[in-house]
T-cell receptor
Framework: GQNIDQPTEMTATEGAIVQINCTYQ??????LFWYQQHAGEAPTFLSY????GLEEKGRFSSFLSRSKGYSYLLLKELQMKDSASYLC??????????????FGKGTTLSVSS | GAVVSQHPSRVICKSGTSVKIECRSL??????MFWYRQFPKQSLMLMAT?????????EQGVEKDKFLINHASLTLSTLTVTSAHPEDSSFYIC????????????FGSGTRLTVV
């Protein structure tokens, strides 16, 4: 089975740093994805980790520990526009093009001034 | 590149009628597409995997006779919600993997279905 956990809500202030954690227990693993979703819109891709370690991409970084079933998304220099839902998703092994992403419930981040 | 076009973006239909949602990959071929449903303030729930030229694979609890999926070409998958009821009102969204791994899976813009 698949179980992906993330906090439901988080708040932060402009300019701050926030870390959104994700733990997963899945039958097989072939990559972890982070997406950003604004209300009523499609998710947009943020990051992808398949090996342990940190991937940095501008203000966003994502970390993965496969042995611990753990990932986090780090957002630096927060801006008001970063207020959105952040979705952690895991892909099972096998055919990469034919395997869906399984999403966690998402973390709603509210950034205040 | 790697764009998935989804139509319509919004639809309101009467209870008991059917609604068709289209998803097209514009600049790549998608032998597989994925259909998700999202209720307000909840995450994306996988409904089914659409396979070009063969039957779709449905997730547990999803009625295949109610949610008809057709994937007749390498660039088009359709989801038809048959005999829609108010509880089917939701945000439906499709996705495909263009195999450009650093761009992740691409999502359509979603369809907001309201059944009255």
């Amino acid at each position: 089975g698949q179980n992906i956990d993330q906090p439901t809500e988080m708040t932060a202030t402009e300019g701050a740093i926030v870390q959104i954690n994700c733990t997963y227990q899945t039958s097989g693993f072939n990559g972890l994805f982070w997406y950003q979703q604004h209300a009523g819109e499609a998710p947009t891709f943020l990051s992808y980790n398949v090996l342990d370690g940190l991937e940095e991409k501008g203000r966003f970084s994502s970390f993965l520990s496969r042995s611990k079933g753990y990932s986090y998304l780090l957002l630096k220099e927060l801006q008001m526009k970063d207020s959105a839902s952040y979705l952690c998703a895991v892909r099972a092994p096998a055919n990469q093009a034919g395997t869906a992403l399984i999403f966690g419930k998402g973390t709603t981040l509210s950034v205040s001034s | 590149g790697a764009v998935v076009s989804q139509h319509p973006s919004r639809v309101i239909c009467k209870s008991g009628t059917s609604v068709k949602i289209e998803c097209r990959s514009l600049d790549f071929q998608a032998t597989t597409m994925f259909w998700y449903r999202q209720f307000p303030k909840q995450s994306l729930m996988l409904m089914a995997t659409s396979n070009e030229g063969s039957k779709a694979t449905y997730e547990q609890g999803v009625e295949k006779d109610k949610f008809l999926i057709n994937h007749a070409s390498l660039t088009l998958s359709t989801l038809t919600v048959t005999s829609a009821h108010p509880e089917d009102s939701s945000f439906y969204i499709c996705s495909a993997n263009p195999r450009v791994v650093f761009n992740g899976y691409t999502f359509g813009s979603g369809t907001r279905l309201t059944v009255v």
